[in-house]
């Protein structure tokens, strides 16, 4: 658990205002304190301050019958008391009470309550490491020369309180207090450390803030908020060797295995402190004998537990126990968070190296399916990814190897993608947040099907991981997360991918539409500029044309000269040339109206062989087939067979003595009429393929053709609801095909399985 900058802010001053918000340490304590601490004060002060607090007397009194000092007065009023005790003592017992009291018992300020048996922190174990800690630094000094610099009761009230911060900790958090300590005995590391990132502030700032809350004395809050931190924290300080022999004393307390929930042996510490503060080894020894007794003594004595020294032992002995075996526990589940990290990073190295760049939806999916099976070591129940928009989900399945046998495509309920896919939800089962992806599957999810949402990118699509509960449950959040974005990031980086090379496709698409409306209207504008050519040539050339064809015509019927006649007669034939290339001309412009009938595809074909003679004479042979089962069809008949005749001649001039075949048939695949010619010429070049139908193109000798024949074909064609292609043979010559969708005389297609 972590906190961001602004959390962490908020968090502190919560935890502040609920320190102000515990009592406060009366005023005749602080009074007692401050008295006690002063060289000019004697012992009718204290006594006069003792007697006026009813319940701090009654205290004192009862520590006189439980003296340590080996006398007992069962009589003694507050005076005999002060004098039995002195002045540290008196000091110390109003500390201990005053603290012992406000807090003992306090329900938690942060509204956090324990179950019960849950409750890690110990407050009787932890008023024996504090007062361990208070007779050490106290036994210390009194020992060395620190008595010089630090008054004996100044040490043992700085040990008594040195760690109030994380008693309040416990007061107003208890449970969030107990994780930070279970945190720092399983991971070996300090009890600050793990309350910044538990909690969101270290026990010693809260220590400081509650001692100033109390207006303790200046020295006691330095120790509270220095003492166990790093020997140069306090090396600036007027109190630092107070600071010091108690954060000595706290490590010498915990190598005698008294220490609370949280405190693990800090040894390496104590040769530095010992040597900042001239301490010997023999002085450690000494200070440390019988501590366990002292210990047990001095909690009865203060009335905070009964227990013998014998007591105090075991239950150290025990703490310790249970400390070495939440450390061993720490451990082990640190070596498996270890294992699953190198897994982590493994099954990323692997997901990363299976070629990802430029994957595909599909095989990314599958690529992130073989990678939970890695981490998880089985694969998902499936992969479920909601496009963007109203497209439907797809759920991909997978066998027990992990590899992608279906995909099952689902349709999703309006807003169900915002409802049921929260990014910041943990693990739910699967059933219960999409009941319409059982519904589209028409059978149940795994019971133990848990959906994990993984992290797409912004504009991507959401993915959601099936899995089963105790596996995705099996990771650390770290660790989850870490997964939930890399496999995520590689599902959205292929969708994202998949829909640009969509959007590419559709770009060229519309880019062949543009560059194909381009040409048609280049077409069309040629075509409209021929088509008034031809207009015009028509009208300002039929005339003169049909004057000379007549007078030639006249004229070679009353010539009797044989060359005259010839002479005569070639007019007439050029006349005609010229009349039928305005007509072509026209044609090309503006295709004509057709006007179908039911005839017989022979009859087209016979029709289009004898213009071919009429106009070209005999030349080469011409071989027909055409099925059997051939039925009626219904086009204009004239207008096929001018097209047909146009390939014939093409076919002709080609090759002059060459086959012809043509080939009448039935397009098994989408019924289209298809009448193909074939000549054995030899081909066309890849110019002529190109170019073949535009008006005037010919690659025939200058003055052989005009170039219109085939530009006919193709109108008359289109007319006709068809169209004309061009190809080359696979060994020579070059194929002609009409095409024609609309022929059959029923205006039924049929189909390939009809």
């Known amino acids: 658990m972590s906190f961001k900058t602004a959390d962490l802010k908020r968090r502190v001053e919560l935890i502040l205002e609920q320190l ?19 060289e000019d004060s004697d012992a009718s002060d204290v006594i006069e301050l003792v007697s006026a607090d009813p319940s701090l007397s009654a205290r004192l009194l009862q520590l006189c019958r439980r003296s340590h000092l080996g006398v007992s007065l069962e009589d003694a009023d507050v005076a005999h008391a002060v004098k039995l005790l002195g002045f540290e003592e008196v000091r110390a017992a109003a500390a201990a009470v005053q603290v012992f009291e406000l ?44 008595r010089r610099t630090v008054r004996p009761a100044d040490a043992f009230l700085g040990g008594l309180m040195h760690d109030l911060g994380q008693l309040a900790l416990h007061t107003i958090l208890p449970r969030s207090f107990d994780r930070a300590c279970e945190t720092a005995e399983t991971h070996g590391c300090g009890i600050d450390e793990t309350c910044r990132r538990v909690i969101g502030a270290d026990s010693h700032s809260v220590g400081r803030h509650l001692a100033q809350h109390w207006q303790l004395p200046a020295r006691l809050v330095e120790v509270v908020w220095l003492s166990g931190g790093p020997l140069e924290a306090s090396a600036t300080s007027a109190n630092r060797d107070l600071i010091r022999v108690v954060t000595l004393g706290d ?58 020294n014998i007591d105090v032992l075991r239950q150290s002995i025990d703490r310790a126990t249970r400390l070495l075996s939440r450390m061993h526990a720490g451990q082990f589940r640190q070596r498996a968070m270890a294992q699953a990290r190198s897994r982590t990073l493994r099954a990323a ?21 073989k990678s939970a099976m890695t981490i998880f070591s089985a694969p998902p129940r499936g992969i479920l990814f909601m496009p963007r928009g109203t497209a439907p989900a797809e759920l991909f399945q997978f066998d027990d190897s992990g590899a992608h046998v279906e995909t099952v495509r689902i349709a999703v309920p309006l807003g169900a993608m915002v409802a049921d896919c929260d990014p910041d939800a943990g693990l739910a089962p699967a059933g219960l947040l999409f009941p319409w992806l059982e519904a589209g599957l028409g059978s149940p999810l795994p019971a133990d099907a848990v959906a994990l949402r993984l992290l797409c990118s912004d504009d991507a699509s959401a993915a959601i991981l099936l899995h089963a509960s105790a596996q995705a449950a099996s990771l650390e959040d770290a660790t989850r997360d870490l997964l939930r974005r890399m496999w995520g990031s590689a599902i959205s980086s292929a969708a994202i991918r998949d829909r640009m090379d969509a959007l590419g496709d559709q ?72 009349s039928d290339l305005i007509t072509s001309l026209k044609l090309a412009a503006e295709a004509p109206t057709p006007a179908p009938q039911v005839v017989s595809m022979i009859d087209v074909v016979n029709d289009a062989v004898r213009l071919l003679r009429q106009r070209e004479g005999d030349g080469c042979p011409v071989r027909v087939s ?31 003595h060459g086959e012809i075949f043509v080939r009448v048939q039935i397009d098994p695949e989408d019924d289209r009429l298809m009448v193909s010619v074939t000549d054995a010429g030899p081909g066309l070049s890849d110019r002529a393929l190109d170019h073949a139908f535009d008006p005037f193109f010919s690659e025939k000798p200058a003055g052989r053709q005009p170039g219109l024949g085939l530009t006919r074909a193709r109108r008359l064609a289109e007319a006709n609801s068809g169209q004309i292609s061009l190809r080359n043979g696979p060994d020579r010559g070059a194929i002609a095909c009409i095409l024609l969708a609309e022929w059959r005389a029923d205006g039924l297609a049929r189909s390939k399985a009809a």
Request: charged share 20%; net charge negative.
């Open 507 to 578: 770009l060229m698409a519309s880019n062949q539409q543009l560059v194909a409306a381009q040409d048609s209207l280049t077409r069309q504008r040629a075509s409209h500029a021929v088509a008034e050519f031809a207009y015009g040539a028509a009208h300002e050339m039929n005339n003169p044309l049909t004057v000379i064809s007549g007078r030639a015509q006249a004229l070679a019927r009353k010539l009797s000269d044989s060359p005259l006649r010839e002479s005569a007669q070639e007019i007439v034939r050029q006349a005609h040339k010229l």
């Open 103 to 146: 807090l003992e018992g306090l329900a938690s300020h942060g509204g956090e309550v324990h179950g019960e048996g849950e409750a890690l922190f110990e407050p009787g174990a932890f008023w024996q490491h504090s007062i361990a800690v208070a007779i050490l630094a106290e036994k210390l000094v009194r020992l060395s020369p620190l």
């Open 626 to 656: 055409i099925e059997e089962s051939m039925p009626p069809v219904r086009l204009d008949r004239s207008q096929v067979a001018q097209a047909l005749r146009e390939l014939l001649q093409n076919a002709q001039e080609a090759d002059p």
């Open 251 to 308: 490590r010498l307390a915990r190598r005698n295995l008294l220490a609370h929930a949280g405190h693990v042996a800090l040894q390496g510490d104590i040769p530095r402190y010992a040597a900042a503060l001239n301490l010997d080894q023999a002085t450690l020894e000494k200070a440390c004998a019988r501590i366990h007794d002292e210990v047990a003594a001095r909690a009865a004595s203060l009335g905070m537990g009964n227990a013998a």
């Open 349 to 369: 190295a692997e997901l990363f190296d299976s070629g990802m760049p430029g994957a595909s939806l599909t095989t990314a999916i599958s690529a992130v399916a």
């Open 20 to 38: 102000d918000q515990l009592p406060t340490l009366s005023s005749i304590a602080l009074r007692l304190l401050e008295v006690t601490s002063s």
